[in-house]
C-alpha cells in the first residue's frame, strides 16, 4: 500500500497519526511565530500578549501562551459548550513551548533593521499558514483561539465572526501593550496578512478546510479505547 499523509481517526493507529502529524504542523506554527516575533517590529496579536504577561510576571513566553490557552478552552467548553479535541490540548502545549526552545537557541536573531524585519515577518506568516494546514488536516478540532471566535458566532448569529475576531484582536492587543508586549507596524502586517497568505498555502496545498469533519476528545477516547 502506498504511504499516505491523509488517515481517518477510525483507528487508534490512524489517531496516533494524526496527533504526530498536528504535532509536527504545530512545531513549525511555534518556528513561524518566533520568526514574526524576531522580526522586531511588532508581534501579532496574541504574541503581543504573551510578551506582555511574559515581561511583567518574568515567565516564559512559552507559559504565558499555556496560561492564555487554557484560559480560552475554559471558555470554549464551559460557557460556550464548543467540543474539545485533542489537536486543541497539543495546540495549548506545543506552539509556546515551541518558542521557548527556538529562543533558547536563538537561531535568528532579533532584527532592528525594518526591511528586514518585513520580509522575515512574511516569511514567518507564511510558514504558519503551511503548519495551519498539516494541523488541521489532522481533523482532531481547531485551535483555542478559532473555536473561540466560531462559538461566539454560533450563539450570537446577529454579528458577523470578523467582527468578533476584530473586537477580540484589538482588546488582546491593547492589553498585550500595556503589559509591555510589542506593538509596531508588524502587528499591521500580521493582522492584514495572515489570513491571505494562509489562504494561499491552503491554495497551494489545494486544500479546503470547510470540508474536515473534526473529532473532539470523547470520540478520540472512544475509538482509543474501542467503545464505539
Excluded at 522580526?39 to 492564555?68: E, K, R
Excluded at 533558547?104 to 512574511?122: H, R, S
Excluded at 499591521?188 to 491571505?196: E, H, N, R, V
Aim: charged share 10%; net charge positive; hydrophobic share 50%.
Amino acid at each position: 500500500m502506498a504511504f499516505s499523509l491523509f488517515r481517518s481517526n477510525n483507528t487508534a493507529k490512524g489517531i496516533l497519526f494524526n496527533c504526530i502529524r498536528a504535532a509536527v504542523g504545530l512545531m513549525c506554527f511555534g518556528v513561524g511565530t518566533y520568526m514574526t516575533i524576531q522580526a522586531g517590529i511588532g508581534a501579532g496579536p496574541w504574541d503581543t500578549l504573551n510578551l506582555g504577561l511574559s515581561n511583567t510576571f518574568g515567565i516564559l513566553y512559552g507559559t504565558a501562551s499555556i496560561i492564555v490557552s487554557c484560559v480560552i478552552i475554559l471558555i470554549d467548553a464551559l460557557i460556550l459548550r464548543e467540543p474539545i479535541g485533542l489537536g486543541m490540548i497539543l495546540d495549548a502545549i506545543i506552539v509556546g513551548k515551541t518558542v521557548d526552545l527556538c529562543n533558547y537557541l536563538a537561531f535568528i536573531p532579533k532584527q532592528d533593521n525594518i526591511w528586514i524585519g518585513i520580509p522575515m515577518m512574511l516569511v514567518g506568516l507564511f510558514i504558519m499558514g503551511m503548519s495551519q494546514y498539516f494541523y488541521m488536516a489532522a481533523a482532531l478540532s481547531c485551535g483555542p483561539r478559532d473555536t473561540l471566535f466560531v462559538g461566539l458566532n454560533k450563539r450570537y448569529r446577529k454579528i458577523p465572526i470578523g467582527i468578533y475576531s476584530l473586537i477580540i484582536l484589538c482588546i488582546v492587543t491593547f492589553i498585550g501593550w500595556r503589559l509591555g508586549g510589542p506593538v509596531g507596524i508588524g502587528t499591521i502586517i500580521f493582522a492584514l496578512s495572515s489570513g491571505p497568505l494562509m489562504q494561499l498555502a491552503f491554495k497551494i496545498m489545494h486544500f479546503d478546510a470547510a470540508t474536515i469533519q473534526h473529532q473532539n476528545l470523547i470520540q478520540s477516547l472512544k475509538v482509543i479505547f474501542k467503545k464505539q
